[in-house]
């Protein structure tokens, strides 16, 4: 199984930024889908963010134009740049793989926490 690690994950003031990175233990190119996804308190996992083999891009409606999903084949890592962060994109964040054959993969998580 793919092993995925997140990282870049702390505090951040409203209207700040965070970078989020993923790195899977796998070729890049072993993969179709890799996303971000989160979980606040109380509430359901949402998907953020996703980004698929050939480079086409899916977002939320709640981060659109403020995230951006990005891959680096040459590091096997997906990013996700946060910027204009609200108070209401607080959560867990977690990274997603899946691979070829339909095998997905869950990283441990990262906290995002957005306050004055």
């Known amino acids: 199984q793919v092993q995925v690690v997140e990282s870049g994950g702390g505090l951040a003031q409203p209207g700040g930024s965070l970078r989020l990175s993923c790195a899977a233990s796998t070729s890049i190119f072993s993969l179709n889908v890799m996303g971000w996804y989160r979980q606040a308190p109380g509430k359901q996992r949402e998907l953020v963010a996703i980004?698929?083999?050939?480079?086409?891009?899916n977002y939320a409606d709640s981060v659109k134009g403020r995230f951006t999903i990005s891959r680096d084949n040459a590091k096997n890592t997906v990013n996700l740049q946060m910027n204009s962060l609200k108070p209401e994109d607080t959560a867990v964040y977690y990274c997603?793989?899946?691979?070829?054959?339909?095998?997905?993969?869950w990283g441990q998580g990262t906290q995002v926490t957005v306050s004055s």
């Open positions: 980004i698929t083999h050939g480079g086409s891009t």
């Open positions: 997603n793989v899946q691979t070829w054959a339909f095998e997905t993969s």
